[in-house]
């Protein structure tokens, strides 16, 4: 399974962009690149997803590099629900989830 | 649309006895997968169940099986219980049809339950 490496933890400041950086060298072909994350006592949650191009949805854009062996998760301007575990998850579409332990990001009115 | 329920919300067992956790995936989704999340980890993949077999199953030994209905729910069974196996466990469904996903198909998490073995 392809590994994924991000910081433990990041911290912002309410209605500022955050950037959750996320290296996967090993990247294979057919691996999307998944952002799901875990707000306090609750299920992961999906946030977006990509495969080759950059992506913005509702809730976050994606940002992947031109090698695929990184990328990173903008949120726009972070409120203070946007506090959560944010995990950078490689894999095939509806094949397991391999979860690290991503990043927790704190946000500060 | 109810999403993904999952119950017991809680449940304490001791070691050695036998547990069974149930999900019901969200409405139209064919697909459910189990995690299991310590405290302070990402969770881990157990298994997956579509049309009623195990499609995949992660590193987690026999005492965890599992089951889906024809309904699509699916219960989580763990046989002799050890103290590690306390932690959150999480059902997630998804849509696959015909084995092949048509297009992205996100998961969709329950709230999960709260395993205590003592």
């Known amino acids: 399974d392809a590994k994924t490496t991000q910081p433990n933890s990041m911290e912002s400041n309410e209605e500022e962009p955050v950037h959750l950086p996320c290296n996967h060298s090993?990247?294979?072909?057919?691996?999307?690149i998944h952002w799901y994350r875990q707000l306090p006592s609750q299920g992961p949650e999906y946030v977006i997803h990509?495969?080759?191009s950059n992506v913005n949805n509702r809730m976050a854009s994606l940002a992947i590099a031109e090698d695929r062996k990184s990328s990173t998760l903008i949120l726009h301007r972070a409120t203070l629900r946007d506090a959560a575990v944010y995990y950078c998850i490689l894999g095939y579409n509806t094949d397991k989830l391999i979860f690290g332990t991503g990043t927790r990001l704190q946000v500060f009115p | 649309d109810a999403g993904v329920t999952q119950s017991p919300t809680h449940l304490i067992k001791t070691r050695g006895q036998q547990v069974t956790l149930r999900c019901s995936p969200k409405s139209g989704h064919d697909t459910v997968s189990w995690y299991q999340q310590a405290l302070g980890q990402g969770p881990q993949f157990i298994f997956q169940?579509?049309?009623?077999?195990?499609?995949q199953r992660g590193n987690f030994p026999d005492r965890f099986s599992g089951h889906q209905f024809p309904n699509y729910s699916s219960e989580l069974n763990v046989n002799a219980l050890l103290l590690g196996d306390s932690a959150l466990y999480l059902c997630?469904?998804?849509?696959?049809?015909?084995?092949?996903?048509?297009?992205?198909?996100?998961?969709?998490f329950g709230p999960g339950t709260r395993l205590t073995v003592l």
């Open positions: 169940y579509y049309e009623e077999e195990e499609r």
């Open positions: 997630a469904s998804s849509l696959l049809t015909s084995g092949v996903p048509l297009s992205y198909n996100e998961q969709f």
């Open positions: 990509g495969l080759t």
């Open positions: 090993t990247i294979s072909g057919t691996d999307y």
